[in-house]
Nanobody, 120 residues
């Protein structure tokens, strides 16, 4: 069984920074993608950033230049450094690991979410 646990959310003033962490534990064959998503009240969950097995990254336009995704492969951990935070970044942030199984079957594992609130 794979468990995914996020940490690092909280309350921050506009212009401030936060660093989110997400670790996967359990029996993982091979991680294909690590990603961060967020969901604001009344809105659909959206992709914030993702990092592929080959280290290529992808960011939503709304966070480019402000957020940085990174990983520690040995620890099955992914990070999201968030700088220059804006009130519109307020949301529950979710981590997702995509496992590539031995038969190339992809399986998603989600964390429980961590609240990020940007407010003065």
């Amino acid at each position: 069984q794979v468990q995914v646990v996020e940490s690092g959310g909280g309350l921050v003033q506009p212009g401030g920074s936060l660093r989110l962490s997400c670790a996967a534990s359990g029996s993982i064959f091979s991680i294909y993608v690590m990603g961060w998503y967020r969901q604001a009240p009344g809105k659909q969950r959206e992709l914030v950033a993702a990092i592929m097995r080959g280290s290529s990254t992808n960011y939503s336009d709304s966070v480019k230049g402000r957020f940085t995704i990174s990983r520690d492969t040995a620890k099955n951990t992914v990070y999201l450094q968030m700088n220059s935070l804006k009130p519109e970044d307020t949301a529950v942030y979710y981590c997702k690991f995509v496992e590539a199984g031995p038969n190339a079957v992809l399986t998603d594992y989600w964390g429980q979410g961590t609240q990020v609130t940007v407010s003065s």
